[in-house]
Structure formats: structure tokens, C-alpha cells
């Protein structure tokens, strides 16, 4: 429980389970990046972007391991695993009744917790809170696939 106390006070998606599987270094263009930032890919402009709510399991590229300001033209970031678990700032308060629900991206460091999110956009699933629930923290992982069965 030592590790879940020190990390609450850290932004962005902080790791708790899941092996170090290297960096990676990916291209950005004129943005500013926080260790810990969600990054999605932005195909169309062929760089990484700070994640919105509209990513999806395809756009997710990974977590940010390094800042970096706007003249940057790379970053380095951590592939997202689908076992890995992260402890995340979440919109609303923390419920232990919205734990398995899928949750959309408000930002590159936030979820938008509550309703269960069942469109693409449902890209981190709550596996337990953090703290109280005036926190506003959760314990998750990436949902790094989606069924799409008609």
C-alpha cells in the first residue's frame, strides 16, 4: 500500500504493475509533454498527440516516460501492455460500483469515470479506487483491443 499512497499525489497514469519494457522515441510537432502523459497517434500529420477523449485502442501510443517542451521533435514513451495497471486521476469522485466499467479519456492524464462506456472511446477500464473517494483516483489498465462482433 506504500507505493499506492506515494503515487497519488503524481499526475498522469502512473504504472503500479507491469514489467520496464524500454523506451521508445516517437515523433511529436510543437507540444508540450508531461512525464506520464497518455499519447495517441495522429496519422493524418504522421506524429503523437496528446491524447484526447476521442481515443481509441488503435490511437493509443503509449505512455509519455520523459518532458519535453515545444521544440522537441521526439519523445520518448512506453508502450501500453494490456496487463499493466495504472493508478489515474478520474473526473467525479471514485466508486467502488464502477469498478469494471470502461472509461473514455478526458485528457492526456485524466479519465472520465462514472457510466459505463461502451463505444471505442472506452479505453481504460476501472479496476478498483485509490484512496477516498474524494480522491478522485482509480486503479486501472488499458483496454488495448476491442470486440467489434456484429
Known amino acids: 500500500m506504500v507505493g499506492f499512497v506515494r503515487l497519488k499525489a503524481m499526475a498522469g497514469f502512473n504504472r503500479i504493475t507491469g514489467g520496464n519494457r524500454g523506451n521508445r522515441r516517437l515523433p511529436i510537432s510543437s507540444i508540450t509533454v508531461v512525464a506520464n502523459?497518455?499519447?495517441?497517434?495522429?496519422?493524418?500529420?504522421?506524429?503523437?498527440?496528446?491524447?484526447?477523449?476521442?481515443?481509441?485502442?488503435?490511437?493509443?501510443?503509449?505512455?509519455?516516460?520523459?518532458?519535453?517542451?515545444?521544440?522537441?521533435?521526439?519523445?520518448?514513451?512506453?508502450?501500453?501492455?494490456?496487463?499493466?495497471?495504472?493508478?489515474?486521476?478520474?473526473?467525479?469522485?471514485?466508486?467502488?460500483?464502477?469498478d469494471l466499467h470502461r472509461n473514455s479519456l478526458t485528457d492526456e492524464n485524466t479519465v472520465a469515470n462514472g457510466a459505463d462506456v461502451t463505444d471505442d472511446t472506452g479505453v481504460f477500464q476501472q479496476l478498483g479506487i485509490v484512496g477516498a473517494t474524494t480522491d478522485n483516483k482509480i486503479r486501472g489498465r488499458f483496454i488495448t483491443r476491442q470486440d467489434r462482433a456484429a
Open 37 to 98: 502523459d497518455v499519447l495517441m497517434y495522429d496519422y493524418e500529420n504522421e506524429v503523437v498527440i496528446l491524447a484526447t477523449s476521442a481515443a481509441t485502442p488503435e490511437r493509443l501510443a503509449g505512455i509519455a516516460t520523459e518532458g519535453v517542451g515545444t521544440s522537441a521533435t521526439s519523445v520518448l514513451a512506453q508502450k501500453i501492455e494490456e496487463d499493466d495497471e495504472y493508478i489515474v486521476d478520474t473526473t467525479s469522485n471514485s466508486a467502488t460500483t464502477d
